[in-house]
């Protein structure tokens, strides 16, 4: 198993590590503060290529998702400086690929222009009540009528609402109860007057990602807007890939929480001994279980990243899993750890640890939380999944 970054992506790699400690970090705490999207670091994004990771190189990308070790370094490093921005960026290069994915040639092209153009293609599939076992139909319904799809609803946790360009909506499409077979793709331009507000976003953590509802009504779309076919956004070797790149992001926040205590620990002394207080052996403890907890994470994240080239997103799906379980709780952990070694400046809004501690506990719950990757990592071993059972 070769976990080495591909000297052809180094430079993304390096690039992302300068960005996110140059231009992403020093913003991050105002676009957390005033719960509004991170639009000047992610223009410079844009600018610097890393909205394109995804797309075909044929048509103008890194197609960054044929070699996934890159793609979640790259995303882990970016999220050091900002994890709201990070994770933005992971959902529309996820939802560009998918789209890329499953579209005709005519709108991979489509796709391909609208992400060379700077324009931002936000995921919407949430619905109040609806599981994350995706075993319901949706209430947000398209109704095709003539050369068009006409689109009702109402959407909650819609990153990126009012901001993105482009929304790719999950819909039901016609009546039958199989989402398998009804639950579908539909790519709108943002600006249709059929979409507004609904709800405004003013959440405890990842408030950067204005993660608003959105209320749909009378969205007419010609029927070419229709990505794939039905069943698509579900499709076993698609939908798995979102929760990697969601373990890379939010452990950055368990990696910025590491890497600024453990600075702020070796300059900080107190009387009457006036040394660091990494002189002090429980100090020490809890530096070397947060630093076990951070390789630990990085290493599930860099199988699974693995996993998914070697066997492809459906064998891989328990492993992505797991590694979004331990990074999860190493990150929580790791930011608890840090703000115990701060003591009680690790509180105050004037340092980071604080933010970075909610952005982590954020990571428990997204979906998938930590119980359905449990639940998916068991039932792959109870059902003698090859890649789980083994020792790849």
């Known amino acids: 198993m070769d976990l080495t970054l591909n000297p052809k992506n180094q430079d993304l790699f390096e690039r992302a590590k300068k960005i996110a400690g140059e231009s992403l970090a020093p913003r991050a705490e105002m676009y957390d503060r005033e719960a509004r999207f991170p639009r000047e670091s992610f223009d410079m994004l844009i600018r610097e290529g890393f909205t394109s990771l995804t797309l075909p190189e044929k048509i103008g990308g890194r197609e960054l998702y044929s070699d996934p070790t890159a793609y979640v370094m790259i995303l882990h490093e970016l999220a050091k400086g900002c994890v709201n921005t990070a994770m933005l960026l992971h959902m529309h290069n996820s939802i560009t690929h998918f789209l890329i994915t499953l579209g005709t040639p005519a709108q991979q092209e489509r796709v391909a222009a609208i992400v060379r153009g700077g324009k931002i293609i936000a995921s919407h599939g949430g619905e109040a009540g609806t599981s994350t076992q995706w075993n319901r139909r949706l209430d947000t319904r398209a109704e095709r009528i003539g050369d068009k799809y006409v689109i009702n609803g109402r959407k909650v946790f819609c990153s990126m609402a009012g901001e993105a360009d482009y929304y790719t909506l999950w819909v039901q499409v016609g009546d039958d109860p199989d989402v398998r077979k009804s639950l579908s793709f539909l790519l ?205």
């Open 188 to 392: 709108c331009p943002a600006d249709h007057p059929g979409f507004t507000i609904d709800g405004q976003w003013n959440s405890y953590a990842m408030r950067g990602t204005v993660s608003h509802g959105l209320r749909i009504e009378n969205v007419d779309v010609p029927a070419d807007c229709l990505i794939g076919k039905g069943g698509d956004p579900i499709r076993v070797d698609i939908t798995p890939k979102f929760g990697l790149g969601y373990s890379a992001v939010y452990l950055g926040a368990g990696a910025a929480a590491y890497e600024w205590v453990l600075d702020y620990a070796r300059n900080r002394k107190l009387k009457p001994d006036n040394v660091p207080i990494t002189s002090y052996q429980p100090i020490q403890r809890l530096i070397g279980e947060m630093k076990i907890e951070l390789e630990k994470g990085l290493l599930m994240i860099q199988r699974a990243a693995w996993t998914l080239k070697t066997f492809g997103a459906e064998e891989a799906f328990p492993a992505i899993s797991a590694a979004k379980f331990t990074a999860a709780e190493a990150s929580a952990s790791i930011t608890d750890k840090a703000i115990k070694i701060a003591g009680g400046s690790g509180l105050l809004r004037d340092y980071p640890l604080e933010r970075y501690h909610r952005e982590a506990r954020a990571g428990l719950v997204m979906p998938p939380n930590s119980e359905k990757c449990l639940d998916t990592v068991a039932k792959s071993l109870i059902e003698a999944n090859p890649v789980m059972a083994g020792t790849p």
